[in-house]
Antibody, heavy 123, light 108 residues
Framework: QLQLQESGPGLVKPSETLSLTCTVS??????????WVWIRQPPGKGLEWIGA???????YYNPSLKSRVTISVDTSKNQFSLKLSSVTAADTAVYYC???????????????WGQGTLVTVSS | EIVMTQSPATLSVSPGERATLSCRAS??????LAWYQQKPGQAPRLLIY???TRATDIPARFSGSGSGTEFTLAISSLQSEDFAVYFC??????????FGGGTKVEIK
């Protein structure tokens, strides 16, 4: 089964760029069975989908964040990454990477998640 | 964007009792809905997809139903490990993928 692990700084200054990487093990990011996604959760709040990438490089972003988000994939390292620019305190959250399974009969679902990493935006 | 609304925000239930959680979509999403369980300090766990299909290793006491705009997650006999927050999520029209605000199931 897949395992996903987020990595990156836990503290980012306002106006700077948040950068996280998700390393996938137990399977190939290029197998075409998944979209690879980023989701965040502010402390004590709900889940917000940030965006997704397919192994081919096709990207899909939440319109609410699209102007600040870049998701990329490195198939040679079995990793995908998130960059969120011009961060503010409102971007403080636990950031999860996850696999979005392309299931049968049009079903899609997040079946594997990283443990999550808390990113705090503060000077 | 499809808005997902969950109710109630908090559900107080005694162990062994049945819990019924609701999720409403702002427009028709057919059966393209998933449910997740999240415990404190953990990532969400997939329970249900396709509105009613249990994920691997999910106990039969969890069941999902509905289509269109109205959906229900039922837990037939609450066990101690079921007290958690539950989220619904639609994948009918994306981007963006959207989640409900969550229902916290707490011990009565």
């Amino acid at each position: 089964q897949l395992q996903l692990q987020e990595s990156g700084p836990g503290l980012v200054k306002p106006s700077e760029t948040l950068s996280l990487t998700c390393t996938v093990s137990g399977g190939s990011i290029s197998d075409g069975l998944y979209y690879w996604v980023w989701i965040r959760q502010p402390p004590g709040k709900g889940l917000e989908w940030i965006g997704a990438i397919y192994y081919s490089g096709s990207t899909y972003y939440n319109p609410s964040l699209k102007s600040r988000v870049t998701i990329s994939v490195d198939t040679s390292k079995n990793q995908f990454s998130l960059k969120l620019s011009s961060v503010t305190a409102a971007d403080t959250a636990v950031y999860y990477c996850a696999s979005f399974k392309i299931g049968n009969y049009g079903s899609y679902y997040f079946d594997y998640w990283g443990q999550g990493t808390l990113v705090t935006v503060s000077s | 964007e499809i808005v997902m609304t969950q109710s109630p925000a908090t559900l107080s239930v005694s162990p062994g009792e049945r819990a019924t959680l609701s999720c409403r979509a702002s427009q028709n999403i057919n059966s393209n809905l998933a449910w997740y369980q999240q415990k404190p300090g953990q990532a969400p766990r997939l329970l249900i997809y396709g509105a009613s299909t249990r994920a691997t290793d999910i106990p039969a006491r969890f069941s999902g139903s509905g289509s269109g705009t109205e959906f229900t997650l039922a837990i037939s006999s609450l066990q101690s490990e079921d007290f958690a927050v539950y989220f619904c999520q639609q994948y009918n029209n994306w981007p963006p993928l959207t989640f409900g605000g969550g229902t916290k199931v707490e011990i009565k």
